[in-house]
């Protein structure tokens, strides 16, 4: 599960655009009329100034292969003819069918059939007023009226008294005429609507800074004077292919006669809440901005309201687009949120309207799976329905199925919850195990109860330590993480669940471990839209027991050696059952070899969110001692089983990512590293930190032991290129040129750790070194101990660590004081019980 997978699938979804409007010929429609937001001439000579103007010229002729300037881009639609650049745009877009709203009155546009050139399947949208003009059969007073603006709040009650009284106010007033009594707008509005409910037609409503009615809509009922049965007619029979119905032209943002006040979806509430209409589908178009939370709410409350995002993107600047599609999303369930572009005029407006909507969406689905709210499955799923399957199915839109996979909807779902059938399991886990049914009915909701002193216990004494400031008095809830919900692969009738710590239901508990992570994670995306990937190499020991004088001893099971063919052949059977079961969680394995340790072995991860990765060693750890003892072995993470043979590391790779693109990793050769300089500043904040992030890191005395030189688990404070004796390692693995890293390592991460903790610790480090723009020193090729002297060691105990923990007031910081000082407390009393009891470390094996 990597967001690599959700960006692949998104750019290779074939989206249905669900409302745009006709491509002009190329000299009636210049190109930066298409790229800006206002509608009126005298307001032009500033839309080159505007955040969404610059971006999209410069993608334009990015794509064209031109400067960035409107007089390079313009030339070269000119010299390649409209034809060439609607092809080149369609293509990059990725459209497989448009809706196409052509009442719009525009001089030298092409026709619906003109379009099909370009992508398979073309609709088109009927606007009440295109109806108007065919039933008014050129009337001269029809091309008299204007546009004007009424609002949302509509009458349904509207009289036809009322608005004949309106109509004839309207028509004292002379030419041109603007339409501005209410009560014959809204008189109008109510019999387009009977008769959409008549013949099952949508309607598409514009919204917020779209929303007017056109007042060529009103004519209709003037010249048909309550003839209603003659529009149905012609619905009928001169349409029969239309299955839409839009209400409202298309004006631009920047029109400056809207009332916004006026323009809040919440207005239609009286209208949609009238028994006439509840059968009736209103699509409201263009994510309502700036009204996304109150479109977002109908939507989740009112079962005849979808939505739609086009416009907004790509016509905001970018956190604009990322705000109002995540507001779109905050209530409104994903199966009607549907996309469009709203393009007009040139192909290049549909071309960033995808690309934007595209790059928008990652963002906003990445983010919910960082929050947990999706699982990666769930929103390549997600992605599916808003781009293309719920327009395909809201609109009837005969395309084929199986170009949308929409097969894949109905068939069993990779939830990343469990796949069981629901009789067949009786437990689930949270800490304790709790029969299936009084976890759905009570402890998803409200938790199990937990006492405050179980973040103060060490590995040795299950019971508070001292200076931690927590006791025995007071109560948290465990809240499961339904996302992390999984059958037991081991024990079939069985589930377990990852939980968060709160004070009570929603409100989380500030010594919770995952919530510790997310709070540093999100700091490092508000401040550098920037997010940490990490995938764990998992080092550990197979052991069996024996009986010598009476006494129980654990060894290893063979002595072969590193990477042996034979050594993996004596659990061969093990590993193929354990990499099952991991597959079966959704976890991830790279390679797994044997290690350099009698009967050690190593399983790598693939590397994904660090909030991922942390649940997957959580999990991975969990299946290699369930697996391993249901074959009668000890599997055993400590980081130094046997003081005479080689540790064991939980080594950690990571990486930065932004909008769903590695930038840990240099753009170019001129980097001196092979990284990014976001990159070599956050890996040199980890470097500075790394004496005191190893008191989170290696939490244990016994750690140390590990962490000696010559033994490839870092000693020294220093890091290297692919120089495995350093303890901050960057790693240019298989397909990454060689002027390149990826990612790196760092050795300096135990079994014994909390991975959440220890994430959490390296993040804030980085997120240091971004702020003070750290630089690395220079790299070390040679092996650190031929250097003695010249480079400091790390902490050679907890002891020294933890006095470097206690003197980091920036991990102090953003880890949160309360946590820090109940992590100093436990590790004092660590380093109290470990110092009195040499031999103690020999029972960490059944712990960890």
């Avoid at 292969?65 to 881009?73: D, P, R, W």
């Avoid at 901050?728 to 390592?745: L, M, Q």
Wanted: hydrophobic letters at 40%; glycine letters at 6%.
């Amino acid at each position: 599960m990597e967001f690599a997978e959700l960006r692949e699938a998104i750019e290779k979804i074939d989206v249905v655009d669900s409302h745009a409007h006709n491509i002009l010929h190329l000299d009636s429609s210049p190109l930066i009329n298409s790229l800006c937001l206002a509608a009126a001439a005298d307001a032009l000579s500033f839309a080159p100034h505007s955040l969404a103007f610059k971006r999209n010229l410069r993608e334009i002729a990015q794509l064209y292969g031109t400067e960035s300037s409107l007089e390079a881009v313009e030339q070269y639609r000119r010299l390649s003819g409209l034809q060439a650049i609607s092809s080149k745009c369609f293509k990059a877009a990725g459209i497989s069918a448009i809706l196409i709203d052509d009442g719009l009155k525009l001089d030298n546009k092409h026709d619906i059939q003109w379009h099909k050139n370009f992508v398979p399947f073309v609709g088109r949208i009927l606007r009440i007023e295109y109806l108007a003009e065919e039933i008014l059969n050129g009337v001269s007073l029809y091309n008299c009226i204007a546009a004007y603006y009424t609002g949302l709040e509509i009458n349904p009650h509207v009289t036809r008294e009322d608005a004949a009284i309106g109509l004839s106010e309207v028509l004292q007033r002379g030419k041109p005429i603007r339409i501005i009594n209410k009560s014959l707008v809204d008189h109008v509005f109510i019999h387009a609507l009977e008769v959409a409910r008549q013949f099952d037609l949508p309607l598409q409503i514009h919204t917020g800074a779209r929303q007017l009615i056109y007042s060529k809509l009103f004519y209709l009922y003037v010249t048909l004077s309550g003839c209603l049965s003659a529009t149905c007619m012609l619905f009928q029979l001169r349409f029969p292919h239309f299955s839409r119905c839009s209400i409202s032209p298309t004006p631009s943002f920047g029109e400056k006669y809207l009332d916004l006040r006026l323009s809040n979806p919440l207005h239609l509430r009286t209208l949609l809440e009238d028994e006439r209409f509840t059968s009736c589908r209103f699509v409201l178009l263009h994510a309502s901005y700036p009204f996304s939370k109150e479109a977002s709410y109908l939507a989740s409350v009112y079962p005849q309201v979808y939505l739609d995002f086009g416009l907004a993107i790509p016509r905001l600047s970018v956190h604009g687009m990322i705000s109002s599609v995540k507001e779109l999303l905050e209530l409104a369930p994903l199966n009607k949120v549907m996309f469009s572009t709203d393009a007009f005029a040139t192909p290049e407006t549909y071309y960033l309207g995808v690309k934007h909507a595209r790059e928008v969406v990652f963002s906003v689905l990445r983010d919910s799976c960082i929050d947990h709210d999706l699982s990666i499955t769930d929103a390549i799923e997600a992605s599916k329905d808003m781009f293309a399957r719920n327009a395909i199915q809201f609109y009837k839109i005969n395309i084929g199925m199986e170009l949308l996979d929409l097969k894949a909807r109905e068939s069993p779902s990779c939830m990343s919850w469990t796949n069981a059938a629901e009789h067949s399991i009786s437990l689930v886990r949270i800490l304790w195990a709790v029969p299936k049914k009084r976890f759905d009915n009570v402890v998803r909701k409200n938790g199990v109860g937990l006492a405050f002193a179980c973040m103060a216990m060490s590995s040795a004494v299950d019971g508070p330590a001292d200076e931690t400031n927590l006791t025995a008095t007071g109560e948290i809830r465990l809240m499961p993480d339904l996302s992390t919900r999984r059958e037991i692969p081991w024990k079939k009738q069985e589930e377990m669940v990852l939980a968060d710590m709160h004070l009570r239901p929603g409100e989380a508990w500030e010594y919770c471990p995952r919530e510790a992570l997310r709070r540093v994670s999100k700091v490092l995306k508000d401040e550098f839209n920037l997010a940490m990937n990490a995938g764990f190499e998992n080092e550990f020991y197979l052991l069996k027991k024996l009986e010598r004088d009476g006494k129980e001893e654990w060894v290893p099971i063979d002595s072969k050696s590193y990477c042996s063919s034979s050594g993996f052949d004596a659990i061969s059977t093990l590993f193929q059952e354990i990499v099952a079961a991991l597959n079966t969680l959704n976890v991830t394995v790279e390679q797994l070899h044997a290690e350099a340790g009698k009967c050690q072995y190593e399983i790598a991860l693939g590397h994904t969110a660090c909030t991922y990765a942390a649940d997957n060693l959580i999990f991975t750890r969990e299946t290699v001692r369930a697996i391993a003892n249901k074959h009668g072995l000890l599997a055993t993470f400590v980081p130094k089983y046997a003081l005479d043979d080689i540790g064991s590391g939980s080594h950690v790779h990571l990486s930065l990512w932004q909008d769903g693109k590695n930038v840990f990793q240099a753009s170019d050769a001129s980097s001196q590293h092979g990284m990014s300089k976001v990159g070599e500043e956050f890996m040199a904040g980890v470097l500075d930190h790394l004496p005191s992030i190893l008191a989170i890191t290696a939490p244990v005395p016994n750690s140390y032991d590990r962490i000696q030189p010559n033994t490839w688990s870092g000693a020294y404070q220093c890091w290297g290129k692919e120089n495995r004796e350093v303890p901050i390692r960057t790693a240019c693995p298989p397909g990454i040129p060689n002027e390149f890293v990826s990612n790196f390592e760092i050795k300096s991460f135990d079994g014994c750790a909390n991975p959440h903790l220890g994430l959490a610790a390296i993040t804030a480090a980085g997120i240091d070194g971004l702020r003070r723009h750290l630089c690395l020193p220079q790299p070390i090729d040679a092996n650190p101990a031929t250097l003695e002297g010249k480079l400091p060691r790390l902490p050679q105990s907890l002891s020294a660590s933890l006095e470097a923990l206690q003197e980091d007031n920036v991990l102090k910081e953003l880890i949160g004081e309360k946590l820090f000082v109940a992590i100093t407390g436990v590790r004092k009393a660590e380093i109290e019980y470990y110092s009195k009891n040499k031999e103690a470390y020999k029972q960490l094996i059944h712990r960890y």
